[in-house]
């Protein structure tokens, strides 16, 4: 997903990267009743912790962002490191590698479990991933895909974790992106992946549903349904792209009308100055300029149907080389302080 097309806008999303050897989390445990059972905390710490954050999403203390702010302090850059505190304070999303799921998911969970907080696991690994393009790969075939999935599943056990599940790998079905031939068994792997997921005792899975750029919505119904979304606890829209709130929240509650009322999560990360109109339609979705950080991740949505605002493509990490970036999910310095000097 890291950038692509997509039949509309598409979405660029994080690539997969391994996980360092995660610490524990400096957040602390709630100190306000918050709007979900008590799970808010306080403000910001200072610049070498992680700080408090609504709920109790997990912030990684040894992510790309805090590595980096880490180095600016060290060059004796104070602005540059509070701008890029700015998104190492915040709990974005782990995306798990392929080189050991089962041990990468099972520290992430557990250092999240030690700090009391939740963490945001991105599984992303389908076949045929990505139709070809930034991001392409993904697991060799069907079988490798639900050994992956299995391994994933044996590394969270019965700690807590959301789950945002394989972003475009329905949408692509949608659009026509990924070839005729590989729709019955996506659409098999990707329900058999949520049943495995919703097993676990305390893991929330959300399946991806594109963002309102993309797709109408009353195409996604059908396609959701194949890929599990009766098991799953909802959807997730605009993953790794810029759509307003605003505009996400209303695609995503006609998403839900039409689907039972399933709940669903907004991706925030980098949608605070909405969609870059700028350029070429067809590539505005990667490395656009002039956009910046959006809400932070919080479950106080204001919105019954919304379970929560969520950073899930990590702001800084690059959609693709393009506009002079990186190649996909590598770190990108002059837009993730782009994005940080932009937030509201």
């Not at 729709?183 to 991806?208: F, I, K, M, S």
């Not at 009322?261 to 980098?270: A, L």
Request: glycine content about 14%; overall charge neutral; aromatic content about 6%.
């Amino acid at each position: 997903m890291y950038g692509s097309r997509g039949g509309y806008v598409r979405a660029g999303v994080a690539a997969v990267g391994a996980v360092a050897v995660l610490l524990v989390a400096a957040c602390t445990s709630s100190d306000g009743d918050g709007g979900d059972g008590g799970r808010d905390g306080g403000p910001g710490t200072g610049p070498d912790r992680p700080a408090r954050t609504a709920d109790r999403f997990w912030v990684d203390p040894d992510g790309n962002a805090a590595r980096r702010a880490a180095g600016h302090r060290r060059a004796g850059d104070a602005r540059a490191a509070a701008l890029v505190h700015r998104i190492a304070s915040r709990p974005t999303g782990v995306w798990i590698g392929t080189d050991d799921p089962e041990g990468e998911a099972r520290r992430v969970t557990t250092a999240a479990a030690r700090a009391d907080r939740h963490p945001l696991l991105v599984l992303y690994d389908i076949p045929h991933r990505d139709c070809g393009q930034h991001s392409a790969g993904g697991a060799a075939d069907g079988a490798a895909y639900r050994a992956w999935i299995e391994a994933v599943a044996r590394g969270v056990g019965d700690r807590p974790a959301t789950v945002v599940l394989e972003p475009d790998a329905v949408m692509h079905l949608v659009d026509g992106c990924t070839e005729g031939r590989y729709h019955e068994e996506r659409y098999a792997l990707l329900a058999g992946a949520v049943r495995r997921l919703a097993r676990l005792p305390h893991t929330r899975v959300y399946l991806d549903a594109g963002n309102p750029g993309w797709s109408r919505p009353e195409a996604l119904p059908g396609p959701l349904g194949r890929a599990g979304l009766a098991d799953a606890d909802g959807f997730a829209v605009n993953v790794a792209n810029f759509h307003t709130t605003a505009a996400s929240r209303a695609y995503g509650r006609r998403i839900s009308a039409l689907t039972g009322r399933k709940h669903f999560v907004i991706d925030t990360g980098r949608n605070g100055n909405g969609p870059y109109a700028g350029g070429d339609p067809a590539g505005d979705w990667c490395n656009p300029p002039g956009r910046a950080l959006g809400e932070p991740p919080t479950t106080r949505t204001g919105d019954p149907l919304v379970d929560a605002h969520l950073w899930v493509k990590r702001p800084g990490e690059s959609d693709g080389p393009c506009r002079g970036g990186p190649q996909a999910g590598e770190w990108f310095a002059p837009y993730a302080l782009e994005l940080a000097r932009n937030a509201r």
